[in-house]
């Protein structure tokens, strides 16, 4: 059942989580208008699902149920399956700045292949109980929130040695019907208006840390909950011409003993499948953010166009404008073409589904979160100082200085002053704003720090062929039949899955 | 007279300035909540001239005066004069994010050298006029904000040709005793809180576009001006560690047929030197928009040592935080040393005055314009994603929460978590929040464009002397004595003043 | 027929071009020691074509004529034809440095495409003829130079302006059978061991200037056509370990009235169709140049971990070298995705070939072009001082200085001086070397400049859709049903090719 | 008494030290092709200080002696000393690509520090020692290489713990009369054309490998000195428009026991004191490649200039031929910047020297290091791909191709085809070829590789200042008067130098 919009919302009154934003006690998620935004920008990806035109993106065909489901709670089988997921993440964050729900998809993936693997391994039955988990989750058209990072404490010691063993999340109990997990989730997102939450470790966990390699699915109301949020977006500002409409909000939470049962519980102990397990999610993850981004700096380029032109200043003839376009232009394709590789260089998993490149998508996140702030600084250029001189939306109603105002701060004759200052609220919502500043440090946090990208990216590169290359090429002149041969695999060897393909829609045009 | 802090507010008390804050009239600047920030960063200047351990640097000796003056209203006679304001500028700006006043100096010595140059061309005295205007603002130890950049309109038409005149500023009336201006600056720093405007041609105009070359000075409660501003920083919101003390306000200022007597008027059409006069306080303001910034530098260096600390790591064991701590100290330093090298090469003017070199004093604006970006960049990469995820300052007093939340949101031990919260919170207000986006948007576009500095190095630079290098290299084997010798002066070769001298507060401590 | 690399070399005896190196005429170029490197490189092309691990990437069935082809001399008709081939060019560069025959390939297509709009536009027949000469290129399995750039003379005059009008190669007479062509092209990459050029229009002309619109197919040693040419690479230098065995020749031909026959005319004035085949060449060449220096990257990243070892020094344990080791990876690999996406969005041509997507290919090419100088700068980083400073390889025989140099000039002690020394000169040989600046200034140039990039990408970008996107969400609240729809198609809809496959030998590792 | 350029290539003649060049015995450096271009160079340095329009930047008067002696081989006293070194440096490197002797100053000035030092800490009389080995190397003029970086061998481990004791030079024995030393240093730049070498430890050693720190000065021809070279620039080949004239050489020193008499012994034990001389060094040393390579970068702005206009393009028209020259003047005066502020916030030393700032002259040696290869990119930029492309110098004396050539190979019509073609040559020359690739190298690695320089920046930079900054604004509200005072001193309060005084001919132009 493919929900709407209308319908997420709805489903959420079913809920009762315990929510406090900005030290207020929140009834319910659905309701209250500090957390619209986010649940305006989620909606989209219910509301596209049902689209004519973007149904290829925005659903697909789940093998293992033969049902229909949202793209965002899919288990993709085919690199094509990684592309349109990178087309449909890019779609829904272009309209909602960041639609969050792809979150949803990367931990499904992850936790699909690691309860495989876990029990190939160990002989448990993870696997057909998260199955049967997933199909509920798509059945029921679920939005389900990553609650992976630790609050983690003093970073020198490990979990097990912390002073407070609840800065990380753990098994306090293990019970015949369940488990009892305590401990702190430090950075949710979305939080409150999740349906469940998918408790997964944030790292690779030593032996003794057993009870810290915990997965499992909870949902937000479960008993012993407790989600500390702030603000979706920036609700309720008469400048916030997007965000006012669509944001994010980030959440703390609290699991103060919650009880969950065996059938909800997909590793509990196995510390090295924990460990697979936080590089799958990162790896999809990574995978998504490349999308995400990519939507967001569709929403930079097209406000930059028109900024510039309600300037009065026309990218052809002035050159250093139309070179900051392209400058912009040429980081959000630059990485979204990494999303694509990955796509295409993808590898099959002995589950079942398929893994993005993980070179190209380490590559592709770590261009994005540091190239955000060139995306703004570029847009800033375009744009001109305006954006944050300007006078607030409130002096548009005082009728004291309004006509004065309006009469000089157009541009163009053919463009009203009021559409110039909209656009130029815009451009500052979108980067000059906390909500901007949002924008930049989960670009470059969120989904794993930079330092972290470049170890995976050092990690998965086949350098052995590389080396072997040039000690060839040093062995012998010009190279012949009988060089060494590499007994390495490079990265593309590895892989194995079917190619992406185009949606229909996009091939139709050129037939 | 030297002001203090409270002297600087109590006497905008005087004044009954008609002003507008996001659409509300403030009655009194002085007491107006949403301003304080400002004031006080301003007051920052007062304050610190009465500090004997900066004395040196916050004041001088006004050579045609011979009084002891602010150095913010200071005529600068040696490149030891542009070092101390350079130094004490960074002061101030550490200290107060920005303190702003420095834009008086600039523009005082701006049209010190202008009006001179008027004189000697067309047989004016503004010269004269305009020394007993600055003796009584040395004397009364006012603040002046610069009213320059004009609203433009359409920009693809002169002053002259647009549709509504009031786009610039401009003389609509010469009278017997004084002229009458009309027209809008659209971006005045510190509009509210000043005493006065310097009203200044933000460009070279062309001769039939005469009227709208005048400089001239305007109380800020003129009959017929009226400001309408933005609230300076982020007053009374909790969450602003900084930026609820210290701020900013941008005003557009309106001069609605406001009559300024002649002994107030400094240039009147006289249009290339209009045009010399915008040069000037363009060199003179971009050498002071290195020290500013190098300021807001010393504070996120300082609280990124700080988050780093209570993080629990050690820049001394993890190599990545080191380097981007380093890589932010040489973006602040790097650009600091422009500001250096502009005041050892500046230039003697004919009026008397000094003028920072204007390729140094470019190149350094140019390099803190696009990487104030990357600052913000390494203030996010060394702070961790901790900033935008912390629960909001209402939580602190959330008796629910409060302390499950204190429990796990700490680092190290020894550091409480109320600290690490503070911290993150400052690097949140500096490099997060909206005002963060000011200091982003202001960096690039304050000053002037990066394309404005860009021309501005190339008109200044002694192009003719390296191309006759290479010349000689090429024509001959080995120099010698008989190689054609350059004619062009280089860069340096213009320099006639005296040299910095460090203040003794800096050579004592080595002797 | 499929060539070796010997067959190819002995190809070359057939021809007697008249060819000069360094002011010395050449007889033969088969047997010249100075062009050796350069047979040598194009050579790889042939040999591996005939590598059962290759075959599939190296070679392709021509749909016009049934037969198995070599890749180079290929009309791709899928994306996945696309991405073999790009692949192909990495595999055949990292062997060779460059192997330059995938200029042909580019030319071929772009001629391919050209020749069919013309024949649409203006009744002509030059497709047929050229699918006549494409076939008996692909049956003899030749290399064609591509002879594009003109010499240009006065950048400020049009072609037919020129004071001589020799600087653009142009028809000078039409004869019955066929026409007299004169001018010189300025840099033809592999001159002097082509079996043919294919002169092309290196822009659009006037209508006026329809005699520079001329594309044609000429032997090397046609009468009238003279060859001036560098060595190819560093024949017989010793400290060359590379680039003595592989390397690139330019040259300047000369047309001195060279007769061609009409069956080997391709455009004889059509001015717009000799721009739109400057575009095609241009973007097929983009997407092949990315190939290319990606396997100049692979050559680097495997060097540059070679010297770290003989260094002893070990990545995992020295950040800063394995920080520089994965920046360089992450160059490599992020230009290199753009050549995947450029693939994977590929269009298809009305002619029944398909064209790299131009926005993308554009990108990486613009990445390449600018990044291959932090590409040495990286390979510098990793490798240290040594590089520039070890001795010469004339000291190894020097038996008064050998025994002591090889004691100190080791490294680990498991690895010999020699091996070190050996690794050293080879990250000289591609980065130090006049061969290594070679490498730099063509990949920024060649091509195209930067700005011919920049104004492609801008051509091509779909921004009416960006800008519709941003109108559309600050017109309206939350997205809905009603809003506006976007009547300009994006980049993606504009596909309609098949999507790519990757080789068998990519899959069969997985299975 | 002052050299002339013709003097040092006399006194060169007295001295019969052992080189090889190549592999091949060379008999006197002063008569030695392969070595004239490096002669040549440091000959710049005598010759420009009998200039009268130099001699204020390239002489001083030695405090000790009373004497007037060249730049080079001055101990400066004052700010104004490190200025007029740094302008001296960047004049002879504009003039000669890199003169070298600047090392000369670097040495003797860290030794100057290092010798007080150790006599306050140990009693010995090592600084007199120096000072009468001071003044002599003044009275003669000489030039001395700098024979500090070590052969190294397996950088995992300590010198005295390495297979071979020869990988470091070291004391191998103490006699009553002197020292005997030992090993290989493994890079010295201009090591055949100097007077002696200066040995220096490279880095702080352990106490037990004492025999490690020894510093001495040794003729170059001392019995059982050999040294190993490569040729000074690119001697004797046509196209190297400036190598062939100007260039540096480096070599290999081999120490086989030589004996070194107590006079000129400077350190020989005294670990803790090697290691502040290295430091010492370094930072001198930091400094002054400032100013050579914005000399290098003087020539490179001028060639670039000189081709654009070959090329027909007006930077004035051609926008972004504008952006890219004034891109690469401020990387050039952006990082000589960090040179003049080095100068002003220089340090004074017990030893009655000066010290240039070591945060300042560290960033400035960051930046050129890595921007080195932008100035490279950037002069490719503007000059066009010609310079890879243009046929050789041999081919201007064809006459079968010569002709044809020129007549097509010229720009614009007011400019020789000739001139284009050696602007283009200088341009390959200085960016293209192995003269090329050892600026760009030498420029990352020497003095130091740029990890080295951000450990200093880190080591050196003020820290607890900004910290205490931070913590005071949170502390409190408004600043006031009670705020915790900064106990540790910053950058600047470290100075106490006189400050630096521009030459009097600078100053007259203004006047």
Redesign the interface.
């Known amino acids: 059942m493919l929900m709407t919009a209308v319908d997420y919302r709805d489903s959420l009154r079913a809920y009762k989580p315990r929510v406090?934003v900005?030290?207020?006690?929140v009834g319910n998620a659905a309701d209250e208008a500090s957390l619209a935004p986010g649940i305006?920008a989620v909606?989209?990806t219910y509301?596209f699902a049902h689209r004519p035109e973007h149904s290829l993106l925005m659903t697909a065909r789940q093998a293992s149920s033969g049902k229909t489901v949202n793209r965002m709670v899919h288990i993709g089988e085919t690199s094509?399956d990684l592309?349109y997921k990178l087309?449909a993440v890019r779609l829904v964050c272009?309209?909602s700045g960041c639609a969050q729900r792809y979150l949803t998809h990367d931990a499904l993936n992850g936790i699909f292949q690691a309860t495989k693997r876990t029990d190939e391994a160990h002989g448990t039955d993870y696997h057909q109980r998260f199955l049967n988990y997933l199909h509920d989750v798509q059945e029921r058209d679920l939005t389900l929130g990553v609650a992976m990072?630790d609050?983690?404490?003093?970073?020198?010691k490990r979990p097990g040695e912390q002073?407070?063993a609840?800065?990380y999340v753990h098994i306090k109990e293990r019970r015949p019907d369940g488990i009892v997990i305590r401990?702190?989730k430090?950075?949710v997102t979305g939080a409150p208006y999740m349906h469940e939450f998918l408790v997964m470790p944030c790292r690779t966990h030593t032996r003794e840390d057993g009870d810290f390699a915990v997965c499992c699915a909870v949902p937000v109301d479960a008993p012993g909950v407790?989600i500390?949020?702030?603000p979706a977006g920036r609700p309720g500002e008469a400048a916030a011409?997007?965000s006012s409409?669509?944001g994010q909000s980030?959440g703390?939470v609290?699991f103060?003993d919650v009880f969950v049962p065996h059938e909800r519980v997909f590793l509990a102990g196995e510390t090295e499948e924990g460990g697979f397990l936080t590089t799958c999610y990162a790896t999809h993850h990574r995978h998504s953010c490349i999308g995400a981004r990519a939507g967001f700096g569709?929403?930079l380029?097209?406000?930059g166009?028109?900024m510039t032109e309600a300037?009065?200043?026309d990218?052809e003839r002035h050159?250093?404008i139309?070179?900051a376009?392209?400058d912009l232009?040429?980081i959000v394709?630059?990485?979204?073409?990494?999303g694509?590789?990955?796509s295409?260089?993808c590898?099959?998993d002995p589950a079942g589904n398929v893994m993005p490149d993980a070179?190209?998508s380490n590559?592709?996140k770590?261009?994005l979160a540091?190239k955000i702030?060139?995306m703004?600084?570029l847009a800033?250029?375009v744009s001109?100082?305006?954006?944050?001189?300007?006078?607030?939306p409130?002096?548009?109603?005082?009728p004291?200085?309004r006509a004065?105002?309006t009469?000089?701060?157009?541009?163009?004759?053919d463009i009203p002053a009021e559409q110039r200052l909209?656009?130029a609220r815009?451009i500052?919502d979108l980067?000059?704003?906390?909500q901007?500043?949002?924008y930049?440090?989960?670009s470059?946090?969120?989904g794993g720090?930079?330092?972290a990208m470049?170890r995976e990216?050092?990690r998965n590169?086949p350098?052995v062929e590389?080396?072997?290359?040039?000690?060839n090429?040093?062995d012998r002149?010009?190279?012949d039949e009988g060089r060494r041969v590499s007994k390495q695999?490079g990265r593309?060897?590895?892989?194995?899955?079917e190619?992406?393909?185009?949606p229909p829609?996009?091939?139709?045009?050129?037939?």
């Open positions: 406090f900005n030290g207020r006690a305006n909606g989209i509301d094509t592309l087309e272009k309209h990072t609050a983690k404490g003093d970073r020198s002073a407070n609840d800065v401990g702190t430090a950075i407790t500390v949020a702030r011409k997007f409409k669509y980030t703390a609290i103060d569709d929403l380029i097209g406000a166009a028109l300037n009065g200043l990218p050159g250093h139309r070179e376009m392209v232009i040429a394709e630059g990485f979204y073409a990494c694509v590789a990955s295409v260089y590898t099959k070179v190209f590559v592709g770590l261009l540091t702030y060139d703004h600084r800033h250029y001109g100082g305006l954006v944050v001189a300007l006078p607030g409130d002096e548009d109603h005082n004291e200085t004065s105002l009469a000089v701060l157009g541009g163009r004759p909209e656009v815009l500052e980067t000059v704003s906390h901007a500043g949002w930049s440090v989960i470059l946090h969120g720090s930079p330092e470049k990216i050092w590169y350098m590389k080396v072997e290359l040039v000690e090429l040093l002149g010009v190279l695999p593309c060897c590895a892989t194995g899955c190619v992406p393909e185009l829609a996009f091939k139709s045009a050129a037939e």
